[in-house]
């Protein structure tokens, strides 16, 4: 079975409530349909009778709901959270209920917030700040997690390495300053990640350019300090670095350049140095070896929200809507 019918699967054993607040974009609709009518999970789509009745015309919304943010009845309780959990910005009821209503990002959020819903995908027509801004100002991290960080599940066909060809790549999607401290927590976000989803246990190797000291240099020393962070904050993960791609994968490789190493040959979980190789990474093997690149999916959060790419398909919504269920079933 093919991973992302794993997670429709794992998503229908236990349905969650996933907000989608961008009606504007037809994909929204379409995606919508197919997740009800495939019992993936009970979606809430944000938008007047108005805007419900002009994007959705032409899609069977049977069993949707949709919830007009200007009528709901829960709206006075999420603009006091919302002044709640900005206080010391200062913010007033006044600018929370404008807030709200300018970009139902933040009502989604808040209904996360308040219990009435367990996620939110968002971006295909909004930009990846647009959709983690509010997730962090309302959501917040996780206890003693510093950031968000986005991977991939890659899925590469007729592969030996890996978990039967599947991996998961980080950080490709979040990050752009990295340091060992940084590294570390992706390190270590990844390894929970894999293990969830994948349902092996993972072997993390932080790449370089470098194996094991075989080069001298500031991009290094980074990732050395990452692995020294991680083993100490993370005991209990197989994980070892730095390591080249190739030493990390290929046994053969790895009895050269990291005999000793726990995880080089046989790595599932590759936690790239830089934003800028991650993302190059994944859409080289996404490409060249024809991978299913499901992602980018948020790590870090203390309640499941993701981005989406703009380019993507309705059937990319419902592979991110069941994994951010997955995710769902997986906090509580």
């Given at each position: 079975?093919?991973?992302?019918?794993?997670?429709?699967?794992?998503?229908?054993?236990?349905?969650?409530?996933?907000?989608?607040?961008?009606?504007?974009?037809?994909?929204?609709?379409?995606?919508?349909?197919?997740?009800?009518?495939?019992?993936?999970?009970?979606?809430?789509?944000?938008?007047?009778?108005?805007?419900?009745?002009?994007?959705?015309?032409?899609?069977?919304?049977?069993?949707?709901?949709?919830?007009?943010?200007?009528?709901?009845?829960?709206?006075?309780?999420?603009?006091?959270?919302?002044?709640?959990?900005?206080?010391?910005?200062?913010?007033?009821?006044?600018?929370?209920?404008?807030?709200?209503?300018?970009?139902?990002?933040?009502?989604?959020?808040?209904?996360?917030?308040?219990?009435?819903?367990?996620?939110?995908?968002?971006?295909?027509?909004?930009?990846?700040?647009?959709?983690?801004?509010?997730?962090?100002?309302?959501?917040?991290?996780?206890?003693?997690?510093?950031?968000?960080?986005?991977?991939?599940?890659?899925?590469?066909?007729?592969?030996?390495?890996?978990?039967?060809?599947?991996?998961?790549?980080?950080?490709?999607?979040?990050?752009?300053?990295?340091?060992?401290?940084?590294?570390?927590?992706?390190?270590?976000?990844s390894a929970e990640s894999f293990k969830s989803f994948i349902g092996a246990e993972p072997k993390v190797a932080m790449l370089s350019y470098s194996s094991y000291g075989s080069a001298k240099h500031d991009d290094?020393?980074?990732?050395?300090?990452?692995?020294?962070?991680?083993?100490?904050?993370?005991?209990?993960?197989?994980?070892?670095?730095?390591?080249?791609?190739?030493?990390?994968?290929?046994?053969?490789?790895?009895?050269?350049?990291?005999?000793?190493?726990?995880?080089?040959?046989?790595?599932?979980?590759?936690?790239?140095?830089?934003?800028?190789?991650?993302?190059?990474?994944?859409?080289?093997?996404?490409?060249?070896?024809?991978?299913?690149?499901?992602?980018?999916?948020?790590?870090?959060?203390?309640?499941?929200?993701?981005?989406?790419?703009?380019?993507?398909?309705?059937?990319?919504?419902v592979g991110v809507v069941a994994m951010t269920a997955v995710q769902a079933q997986m906090a509580k």
């Open positions: 079975m093919a991973f992302i019918d794993e997670m429709i699967a794992k998503a229908k054993a236990d349905k969650k409530t996933i907000v989608l607040p961008e009606y504007m974009d037809h994909r929204t609709w379409e995606a919508a349909v197919k997740i009800v009518k495939e019992g993936v999970a009970n979606i809430v789509i944000l938008a007047t009778p108005e805007q419900a009745a002009e994007h959705g015309k032409d899609y069977d919304t049977n069993g949707i709901t949709v919830i007009d943010p200007a009528t709901d009845p829960n709206r006075q309780k999420y603009i006091d959270k919302f002044c709640e959990l900005r206080a010391k910005k200062g913010l007033t009821p006044e600018d929370a209920e404008k807030q709200m209503m300018a970009d139902y990002m933040y009502y989604a959020c808040l209904m996360c917030k308040c219990g009435d819903a367990d996620g939110v995908v968002s971006g295909a027509c909004h930009s990846t700040g647009n959709t983690i801004r509010p997730a962090l100002q309302l959501l917040k991290t996780k206890p003693g997690i510093s950031s968000v960080s986005g991977f991939f599940v890659v899925e590469v066909p007729n592969c030996e390495y890996g978990e039967n060809g599947r991996f998961v790549f980080a950080d490709c999607a979040v990050n752009t300053d990295f340091d060992g401290a940084k590294l570390a927590e992706i390190a270590g976000l290094v020393t980074k990732v050395q300090e990452g692995v020294k962070i991680a083993h100490e904050k993370f005991p209990e993960v197989a994980l070892d670095g730095e390591l080249q791609l190739d030493a990390a994968l290929d046994p053969t490789v790895a009895a050269l350049k990291a005999p000793e190493s726990p995880v080089a040959g046989k790595a599932n979980t590759l936690v790239f140095p830089s934003l800028e190789a991650g993302n190059i990474g994944y859409k080289l093997v996404q490409r060249l070896a024809k991978a299913n690149a499901y992602g980018p999916v948020l790590q870090g959060l203390s309640m499941p929200v993701n981005d989406l790419s703009r380019g993507c398909f309705a059937d990319d919504i």
